[in-house]
């Protein structure tokens, strides 16, 4: 089986909507990077920290999903990334209402013995010289690098920011992100900008508005699946990048062909991210589900017309 | 040939965007539909009025098209219906400069007896009961009625605006007006609650972000062509109406497989009309054009993903 190494917080997340609040709950990128990619035929493992307060039941939810859990740090005496957000009425925008690094503070990721040659690397929102240490530590080139970053490290992290993309192949960024990157407005000119920062392929998340996929004169576009209910996005895009590279690894194709197939994978399992609260709607999504969902993607996109 | 019978208004324009902008120049939503109905083997005709300033280059423009102007009034010692607004950074949002509505205000549509008997009718934004009064004419059903409107209409007319949606196949608005339409945020609720007003098809616009087609359980979505450069969305709307209107009446094929792929042609169209000016893209626009973009339309959304 390929192997796909995943780097990403692991968490607490507390988050409020119109339609309800929660406690602190298991989130973080890496646990919904890795429960997305745990829908594909592959070997991952998560690199990430928490504190001695996370408990085993989530540790063990990893396992159960077949993540490779040794490069989990768990420090004791430590306290976990806990983040708190509260959505606007139209979800599309939120407002952060607690961020307590804790153990994230001092994270130094270690790359697990047997994952230093991997197929794929999905590296999670992290500081950007954290994710350069994970690919130092890797003793073969792997065949894709994915990153996703955010305006946090724009503002506060730019000179290694650029450092981490030049050693990568994709790049996924929303829209917002992708014109403060590049400094162009027009997505079309903003991806060729960024595609000259060093990644070949850039994903760009428009959120309910779909996802573009870029490279060189290529472009593709997945939508989201209109839902008759969104009720939290949080973790959309980190579910959207576990399906897009668990795809890859499973199928180790790096044709723009098969990107494409990653795309809708990824937006096909991002869907059911937001049905529920936190990981709860992916933490028991069945084959049948996703496969049945990928039919309404078909049907949504796909027609048919002959050009003449 | 099948028939077109457009209804709409033909106007005087004065933009300005981000970019320029211009004097009077030709305008209208009759205007635009029938240009973008024009690349279609059909026979079109526009009902609507004008002014004695209308120059008479603009009605031989029409006509250059193949549009019967029969049913396009011009009141003597009236003045053009004119429009100006001014577009914001983002080219998605306007303010209205100027509004005078001059012959519009008294205007009485009268279809041509030739299209009294037509295979597909085009109702472009105007009062609802203008709208009604083109259906009143008709001497025979017609194989589908497309009905666009805006919020304006369901702000000053939401009577006149039901009843004339009770008569109509096919709605066209943007996802902001189906949300005020209907009261439901979700656009795949609010859907389901306009097909229950009348209209079986409900195609809900989203500028930039593409275009939903919504029958009973099934949905189609187009996205808009992500282009370099967006110039001026004045008419991109219209376009669409006019692409999908005009596509219907040269397939005679009600389906939805058949209405998917008018939704992919209007898609289309309007992708040319926001690259210049007012109607200066759609007059000079070429078949060869088309089909190429249509090309990239393929490329752009569809994919090859096997289910199991």
Known sequence: MNKLLIVGTVAFDAIETPF????????GAGTFIGLSASHFNLQSAIVSVVGEDFPQE?????????????????????????????????LNSRD????????????????????????VVM??????????????????????VVLDTMNF??????????????RVDVITINDEEA?????????VKAAAKIQEMGPKYV??????????????????FAPALPLEEVFDPTGAGDTFAGGFSGFITQ?????????????????????????????????????????????QFKALTQFDIELT
Chains 1, 2 share one sequence.
């Not at 990893?62 to 983040?83: A, C, M, P, R």
């Not at 590296?123 to 894709?144: A, C, I, M, R, Y």
């Not at 014109?179 to 407005?185: A, D, I, P, T, V």
């Not at 199928?251 to 609260?277: P, T, Y």
């Open 20 to 27: 309800g609040k929660t406690d602190k709950i298991l989130g």
């Open 58 to 90: 989530y540790i063990d939810l990893l396992k159960s999903k077949n993540i490779d859990v040794t490069g989990l740090e768990v420090v004791k005496g430590g306290k976990t990334f806990f983040w708190s957000g509260k959505y606007h009425n139209d």
């Open 96 to 119: 952060t209402l607690v961020t307590e690094l804790n153990v994230l503070a001092d994270f130094k990721p270690v790359v697990p013995e047997n994952f230093k040659k991997t197929d």
């Open 123 to 144: 590296l999670g929102n992290l500081h950007p010289l954290v994710q350069s240490s994970v690919l130092d530590q890797l003793t073969e080139k792997p065949k894709l």
């Open 153 to 166: 490290w724009m503002d506060c992290a730019l000179p290694e920011l650029k450092e981490v993309m030049k």
């Open 179 to 187: 014109r403060q990157l590049s400094g162009e407005y027009a997505l």
């Open 203 to 220: 994903v760009i998340k428009k959120g309910e508005h779909g996802a573009l996929l870029f490279h060189d004169a290529h472009v593709f």
């Open 251 to 295: 199928s180790e194709n790096i044709s723009f062909e098969n990107m494409k197939r990653a795309i809708v994978h990824g937006s096909n399992l991002a869907s059911f991210c937001v049905e529920k609260f936190g990981t709860e709607r992916m933490v028991n999504l069945t084959k049948e589900e996703v496969q049945n969902r990928l039919q």
